[in-house]
């Protein structure tokens, strides 16, 4: 083989390896080393060098993660997407609506906070505001103590677990000791 292919081979090596290295919970997973390689592999979260070698020489692409693969991310954009959006900021962790109305005395704003990209009720933080208006220059804004938050956070995550549910399924690849 030429040197040079050996060089790039070994670097994206240390690269995967570092890439892959993350700190995870011990109580959460099986102290046998070859339940833990299966239950990665199971959950799309191994790394398996035949498939990279094979996605390299081929010329494959490779694989992008962005806000759309955060489940919190795109069920609160769905949840909310009758409303028109003022900010939303997947670094900053922010999704901040307009003044929405159906007629011009009452309007409603919502914010969703993301405290955590895990799937959890304590992962977000939804408030919802009311404006309510004399005329145009006399208006009076509270935020909302009703249920229209908890519903709306509820709602997100109900949404949030099916998307994750589907995006484990998806990913699910069946571990096999085959060294072939």
Excluded: H
Excluded at 85 to 95: E, F, H, V
């Amino acid at each position: 083989m030429n040197l040079n292919l050996l060089k790039i081979l070994g670097i994206i090596i240390i690269i995967l390896s570092f890439n892959s290295c993350k700190g995870g919970d011990a109580r959460k997973n099986p102290p046998q080393p070859e339940l833990r390689v299966q239950k990665n592999l199971e959950e799309g979260r191994g790394f398996r060098l035949n498939d990279a070698l094979n996605k390299t020489l081929k010329g494959g692409g490779g694989t992008f993660d962005f806000a759309s693969s955060n489940e919190l991310w795109r069920a609160s954009l769905d949840t909310i997407d009758f409303m028109p959006l003022l900010s939303a900021n997947y670094s900053g962790g922010i999704i901040i609506t307009d003044w929405y109305s159906e007629n011009q005395n009452e309007s409603i704003k919502i914010t969703v906070r993301f405290l955590s990209n895990e799937v959890r009720s304590d992962a977000l933080d939804v408030k919802v505001f009311f404006k309510k208006c004399k005329d145009l220059m006399n208006c009076k804004i509270s935020e909302s103590e009703g249920n229209l938050g908890k519903e709306l956070k509820k709602e997100i995550l109900k949404k949030a677990a099916i998307y994750k549910k589907q995006n484990k399924d998806k990913n699910f690849k069946p571990y096999s000791n085959d060294l072939n």
